[in-house]
């Protein structure tokens, strides 16, 4: 708990962000400060530098990104490489001059190597080729976690790294081509119920298994992480339970009410065949997921119907 100090939640109109910033508001660390990135631009230098110089948080949570799906990283490699390495090199490297106090950055566990032992265990980092439709931004994460490591061991920075599995919730983004499978399921079965279509389109097999923690989950394990751990590495944090991505096409047809067939793509990529995280070390810390994948689902799905999708 840090009720007194300045925490600087970055990227708080993000999922991850604005679930930060509920879960510290929810348990009464008021003092936040937020920018947006018209605001600050992360990825300038000196802009970064002169806010950590001027506002002096305290507290850091590392939650701005550039994010996207298989399409988005596919289109856009080059600005997924320098915005990701920009705003962890600019950040990291003002923290530590400013004198933060406590950082969180923020991995994935898409950035892996895709063929990593399942589940994946922290140290399989580095151990294999990475999944060629995200290099660039795993690369760049990757650069991340590692800076945070190396400022420790250099200037003794405390800074701490956080590697959250697949997420969905409120704040989730919906868009046709640059979101995630989840909540791109949750539109396209939405909107085959609303035009009464026969039949829905999936990209890939069907086969590939992954793992979703929800956003709130995620928010409760980052406080958890920045209250009880203080060391080199990164923690995997996820729900340790995985499932294929037709049964997930499944679930939310059920959700949605889609009674039509579910069509699978097979010309279109898979992405990395299983992606499970190995839980056991934030499990150790005391921290596991409370919140059942069908019951996150049906809570997203009543949130995009009632923002008027
Ligand atoms: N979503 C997932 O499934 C997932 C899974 C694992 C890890 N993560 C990690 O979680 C973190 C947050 O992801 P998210 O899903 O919350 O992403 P998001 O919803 O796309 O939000 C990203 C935020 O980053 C900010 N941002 C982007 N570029 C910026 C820049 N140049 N300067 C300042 N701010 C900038 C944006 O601010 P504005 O709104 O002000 O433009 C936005 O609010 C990322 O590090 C990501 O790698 C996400």
């Not at 868009?175 to 035009?195: M, Q, T």
């Not at 203080?230 to 037709?246: A, C, P, Q």
């Not at 009674?259 to 992405?271: F, L, N, Q, T, Y």
Request: glycine share 10%; with cysteine; hydrophobic share 40%.
């Amino acid at each position: 708990m840090n009720p007194n100090k300045l925490i600087y939640v970055a990227g708080h109109r993000g999922m991850v962000g604005a679930a930060l910033v509920r879960a510290l508001e929810s348990r009464g660390e008021g003092n936040i400060i937020t920018r947006t990135s018209k605001d600050l631009d992360l990825r300038d230098r000196n802009a970064v530098d002169e806010f950590f110089a001027t506002k002096k948080p305290q507290i850091v949570y590392l939650a701005a990104a550039k994010v996207g799906g298989i399409h988005a990283n596919a289109t856009y490699p080059a600005e997924f490489f320098f915005d990701n390495l920009s705003i962890a090199t600019n950040v990291i490297d003002s923290a530590y001059k400013h004198g933060v106090e406590k950082l969180l950055f923020l991995g994935s566990s898409c950035i892996y190597p895709r063929l990593a032992p399942q589940p994946i265990p922290e140290n399989a980092l580095l151990t294999g080729p990475l999944e060629p439709t995200n290099e660039p931004y795993a690369l760049a994460k990757i650069a991340g976690l590692k800076l945070c490591d190396a400022y420790r061991k250099q200037y003794g920075c405390n800074f701490i790294s956080a590697m959250p599995t697949n997420l969905y919730g409120p704040g989730d983004n919906y868009h046709p081509e640059n979101s995630h499978v989840l909540p791109a399921f949750i539109r396209r079965f939405h909107e085959a119920v609303k035009n009464g279509e026969k039949e829905v389109v999936c990209w890939g097999s069907g086969t590939p298994k992954r793992e979703f923690l929800h956003v709130k989950d995620l928010a409760d394990g980052l406080l958890h992480l920045m209250d009880h751990h203080d060391s080199e590495g990164w923690v995997n944090i996820g729900t340790g339970i995985d499932l294929s991505i037709g049964e997930l096409a499944t679930t939310i047809a059920e959700v949605v009410g889609f009674k039509g067939e579910i069509v699978w793509d097979s010309s279109k990529p898979d992405g990395a065949p299983r992606k499970l995280l190995n839980v056991s070390k934030m499990s150790e810390m005391g921290w596991d997921a409370s919140i059942k994948l069908k019951d996150g689902i049906e809570s997203v799905y009543a949130d995009y119907v009632s923002n008027g999708k």
